[in-house]
């Protein structure tokens, strides 16, 4: 839990005297649980930093505390002399800056202006307060407390609520390279999952026999139901729980990122807005999906806020629509056998021909975005063109019921 960076004197006996931080995170960051944090105090004066144990959770949208506290002899040298560093650990040897205070100055920096700042709860305190958080943020953070001969300092992991999702484009599977598959993600409103998000995906059900890479650069793949064409029926190469019975998460190692070519696993987390299905007066083909969402004050739905909406808001629909990749899926929360079987899931039919026309197209409306047309009303043509419109003069629309 502690990384110290300097050696503390070799004759320094620690005394356990159990100071409690009760941390209370918003209502459903936490999901009412307290972190417990144990304040180590050394008798030398020395620095010393303890962070939670574990982890902190939060969501899309919401606000935590990433919890660090230390003790100093303040008497001695006095807290205005203490800088604290807060760091994202990006890579094994690389960080980035988060946030650094150096008595009244306080300073953050680049996504994170705006959004950061200090608890301040008493002296000793130097919990991060995080506001909005985003996708990126999810991660490891460094708490770093440094007076005038020492340092220390101290981990802390924020996880996200969200959802796993597996993702190719059009062009079929086995088609991206580790930057075009974080690209794809973010194009979906999601980033690249994590190897804990994918095994935590695995224990809750996911199982894709196609392997996709991972944040770390890994290549991996989940199996809960084991069959040969997916790794086998035995344990080899799973990092999973379970063994033979349970399948496992199947592992390629880490892989060459600009030549190798795999699916991807994304993450995404809690909506700010809303997904909607809609169904037109008449079928659409995929060009005039973006003008039936607009009419709605709405865009098209990606890939990734289908699985939220499916995920963390059960949306449940049994009509395949379109989404802005060109593709056509349908979330079920309630599986039934005319619904495409006994799982509950995300349904997809691939990418179909964008001149074939579908009843329905996903929507996403973003908070605050009023609708237009309240009560299944929208605007198009009353004869002829329906929803796929063409080059049509938008002053000769007439009201449609959706």
Request: hydrophobic share 40%.
């Amino acid at each position: 839990m502690v990384c110290a960076r300097a050696a503390l004197g070799p004759g320094a006996l620690w005394a356990a005297a159990w100071g409690v931080l009760l941390l209370t995170a918003p209502a459903g960051a936490q999901r009412g649980r307290k972190k417990v944090v144990h304040v180590l105090e050394g008798e030398s004066g020395s620095v010393v930093v303890q962070t939670a144990p574990g982890q902190v959770v939060s969501h899309r949208g919401g606000t935590i505390v990433l919890p660090c506290r230390y003790h100093y002899e303040a008497a001695a040298h006095g807290h205005d002399g203490v800088r604290l560093k807060w760091t994202k650990v990006v890579d094994p040897l690389a960080f980035t800056d988060v946030f650094v205070a150096l008595g009244p100055q306080h300073r953050a920096f680049g996504s994170y202006r705006g959004r950061a700042e200090l608890q301040g709860d008493g002296p000793g305190d130097a919990s991060l307060v995080l506001r909005n958080v985003t996708l990126q943020d999810y991660g490891r953070y460094e708490c770093e407390v440094t007076n005038e001969l020492e340092d220390d300092a101290g981990m802390v992991k924020l996880d996200l609520e969200g959802v796993v999702f597996p993702y190719h484009p059009r062009g079929g599977r086995y088609k991206l390279t580790f930057a075009e598959a974080q690209r794809a993600c973010a194009e979906q409103d999601g980033i690249l999952a994590s190897a804990e998000q994918l095994h935590a995906a695995w224990r809750d059900g996911l199982d894709w026999c196609n392997a996709g890479w991972l944040r770390d650069g890994s290549v991996q793949y989940p199996v809960n139901r084991p069959r040969e064409p997916c790794g086998g029926l035995g344990g080899t190469g799973s990092t999973g729980d379970g063994g033979d019975a349970n399948g496992g998460v199947r592992n390629y190692g880490y892989r060459h990122n600009a030549e190798e070519r795999y699916d991807a696993f994304c993450f995404t987390s809690n909506l700010p807005g809303r997904v909607f299905f809609l169904k037109p007066l008449r079928p659409v083909p995929f060009s005039g999906a973006a003008r039936a969402c607009a009419a709605r004050g709405a865009a098209v739905a990606k890939v990734g806020q289908l699985f939220a909406a499916w995920k963390l808001q059960l949306l449940d629909r049994c009509t395949a629509g379109w989404l802005a990749d060109g593709s056509a899926r349908y979330p079920i929360v309630n599986p039934r056998m005319r619904c495409g079987g006994r799982r509950p899931g995300v349904r997809s039919l691939g990418f179909p021909d964008a001149t074939r026309r579908l009843f329905g197209v996903y929507c996403y409306r973003a908070p605050g975005a009023p609708d237009p047309a309240p009560g299944g009303w929208g605007w198009g043509w009353a004869g002829g063109g329906g929803w796929a419109g063409g080059a049509r003069d938008p002053a000769a629309w007439t009201p449609l019921r959706v």
